[in-house]
């Protein structure tokens, strides 16, 4: 089932940890009508202008699946609102930095993203239908150094302008 031009319901729902445990990953109709407006408003704007294959590591996550993977059952990822993904050869920051510019969306992170390494990590987005809620928000995900836990800093302009540590 396409989502978009160029996005399917199979590649936002697939998981190989899903197939290794025997979950079901299928999204209900109100989670795939959130996958399509993820796709149309937010992962085909970017394909088409990046005029690049967009790689989605993971879409759709039901709450077992979720938890299964260390992820959170209240994750935008559950209600089929979010995705992981990369242009490859293409820094993930300018891509970032793109829909930060010209998108609407709910959750935006840069992942792990190191300077001078531009496929490091992978994109974060998120987008809600309910447009007026979507927060716009632009986050950098870093590990923290002494703790090693995850840690979320806000990217006040853009991420070359500004690099969180």
Known sequence: MKLSKNFTLAE??????????????????????????????????????????????SGFRNIILSQKIGSSAKSQHCAGEA???EIYGTPNNEVSDWIKENLMFDQLILEFWEPGQPNAGWIHVS???????????????????????????????????????
């Open 12 to 57: 936002m729902t697939k998981s190989q940890t899903a197939s290794r445990m025997g979950l079901d990953n299928n999204p209900s109709e109100d989670e795939q009508e959130n996958l399509r407006l993820l796709c149309e408003r937010v992962l085909q704007p970017v394909r088409d202008h990046f005029n690049h294959t967009v790689t989605i590591s």
């Open 83 to 85: 995705a992981d993904f």
């Open 127 to 165: 987008y809600k239908k309910e447009i007026n809620s979507n927060r716009k928000e632009y986050l950098m995900a870093i590990k923290n150094p002494d703790s090693l836990q995850t840690e979320y800093k806000p990217i006040l302009g853009l991420s070359t302008d500004r690099y969180v540590k």
